[in-house]
């Protein structure tokens, strides 16, 4: 008799503690805004503008990050994740490193875009978006 009150005071336990540790996922992933937001959804309306300004919808496009520029601090992760997006995200344009393309997308921090600029001696028309984004036309190959 006093096992089995044992038994189901331990199953009990279990059960209280697993939903005490499950509302307070759930509450710190809600704080998080995970739970409704969609971070890819919300990485390609960047790009929706972008995209509608290139003159074609199937082609290559050069692509260049803060890892672009020398000198520069960057997350490795987090500028390989953004690249990874940004392929999926362009897709059926097919993203390339390097800004060899007459197309180029640019993903860069102030700092990065300021050093890039200085140092592309007017090679490129740049066409500005929100969030760090540019789009850079080559103006003569």
């Known amino acids: 008799m006093i096992i089995k009150w044992l038994q189901r005071g331990l199953l009990t336990l279990i059960v209280v503690v697993s939903l005490y540790a499950s509302i307070r996922n759930l509450i710190a992933t809600k704080d998080l805004g995970s739970l409704t937001d969609d971070p890819v959804a919300d990485f390609s309306k960047r790009f929706d503008p972008?995209?509608?300004?290139?003159?074609?919808?199937i082609g290559t496009v050069g692509y260049i990050s803060d890892s672009s520029i020398p000198g520069i601090k960057y997350d490795a992760a987090n500028d390989e994740g953004e690249y990874t997006l940004t392929q999926y995200v362009m897709s059926p344009i097919v993203i390339?490193?390097?800004?060899?393309?007459?197309?180029?997308?640019a993903l860069l921090t102030p700092t990065a875009y300021k050093v890039w600029s200085?140092?592309?001696?007017?090679?490129?028309?740049?066409i500005p978006f929100k969030g760090n984004l540019y789009l850079l036309h080559r103006l003569s190959k």
């Not at 972008?50 to 919808?57: D, I, N, Q, R, T």
């Not at 390339?96 to 997308?105: L, P, R």
């Not at 200085?118 to 740049?126: I, L, P, Y």
């Open 50 to 57: 972008l995209k509608a300004k290139l003159p074609f919808k």
């Open 96 to 105: 390339v490193k390097g800004t060899n393309q007459e197309w180029n997308i």
């Open 118 to 126: 200085e140092s592309s001696n007017g090679q490129f028309d740049v």
